[in-house]
């Protein structure tokens, strides 16, 4: 059975290697892309997402949202993915524009459309907080939100504390993780250490030889290198696509996932956007009733993602670039 997908990207060097992973799988029909700023500005991600698609001689409507977080100024990462987003390889532009509507309004629509859809989040969750406030009749209607984001119980990527698409519009992760959607937070630690493509399998990939193998690599050159700088780590980081493979085959990917309530820190200039997990369920614990009265209005949970199972990642990676 052909699984309906949407999945919303502020469009950089990783997240292509994921429109390409879902795009290419067999049992996954992609039934609309929304773009959201986030790594660029919007203009250049929605660029990058139709150019994406069509390296996959794909079909898919492409539309343009959000173009700054909801009540911050945005604060692109050009530095890690180069000022095109990828790899300042400076492709050539699309064939094809981005649908007229608004990304928020194809998001109700195409979720209304299609219920049980899973919804794959790969930027900030602008749009996603804008769609779940204007129709919240959409929550139920959704199967899975699987949300590249955060960092569980861990070191960020752009703060100590916080992973960049929760840094960059925290008040619309907040709304995303309260709204009800069945959320799974696939963290970017997720995608560090062993789960990096090393430089022996990014020349693996390379030796495929195709067209969307060489394409996947030369774009996240300037991630690369980023990526060593910040980390001392040698190799690709690939976030988003890791979200993508949790998303699109959840039963082999996942080694170690469960529920805990998570919250997300607005307020304080030191831990903005840090993802709060509460890992050990203490939350509801007669010491903290006070707080969990007084700050958790809402309880809900969100299965957070652990560990995943490294060899699949890479397999199901290759599979698709082969």
Not at 6 to 20: G, H, N
Not at 44 to 69: D, F, H, M, R, S
Not at 103 to 114: D, S
Request: charged fraction near 20%; hydrophobic fraction near 45%.
């Amino acid at each position: 059975m052909v699984r309906p997908f949407i999945i919303d990207t502020d469009t950089a060097s990783d997240d292509a290697v994921a429109i390409i992973m879902a795009l290419r799988w067999p049992d996954v029909d992609v039934k609309a892309i929304t773009v959201v700023a986030g790594n660029v500005p919007l203009e250049q991600a929605t660029i990058n997402a139709l150019y994406t698609v069509e390296q996959c001689g794909a079909n898919v409507p492409v539309y343009k949202g959000a173009a700054a977080p909801l009540v911050r100024e945005a604060e692109h990462a050009e530095w890690f993915h180069g000022s095109d987003g990828m790899g300042e390889r400076q492709y050539p532009a699309p064939q094809n524009p981005p649908q007229s509507q608004h990304a928020v309004n194809a998001l109700i629509e195409t979720i209304k459309a299609n219920p049980g859809v899973v919804l794959v989040t790969l930027g900030p969750l602008t749009n996603v907080a804008l769609a779940v406030s204007k129709a919240p009749e959409i929550v139920p209607l959704v199967s899975r939100c699987v949300v590249m984001g955060g960092a569980a119980c861990t070191v960020g990527n752009v703060t100590p504390t916080a992973e960049y698409n929760i840094w960059f519009d925290p008040e619309a992760a907040r709304i995303a993780f309260h709204s009800g959607l069945p959320i799974e937070m696939v963290g970017w630690e997720l995608c560090r250490f062993e789960a990096l493509v090393k430089e022996e399998e990014i020349a693996q990939i390379k030796g495929f030889n195709t067209p969307l193998a060489h394409f996947a690599i030369d774009c996240n050159e300037t991630a690369i290198k980023a990526f060593f700088t910040q980390t001392g780590e040698i190799g690709l980081s690939l976030p988003d696509p890791v979200c993508m493979a949790v998303a699109l085959d959840p039963e082999t990917v996942v080694k170690r996932m469960s529920y805990h309530y998570v919250d997300v820190e607005c307020r304080s200039e030191l831990t903005r956007g840090m993802t709060v997990v509460d890992q050990l369920n203490v939350a509801k614990d007669a010491r903290n009733k006070a707080t969990w009265a007084k700050l958790i209005k809402k309880p809900t949970t969100t299965q957070v993602c652990w560990e995943i199972d490294i060899p699949r990642w890479k397999e199901m990676l290759y599979t698709v670039l082969r």
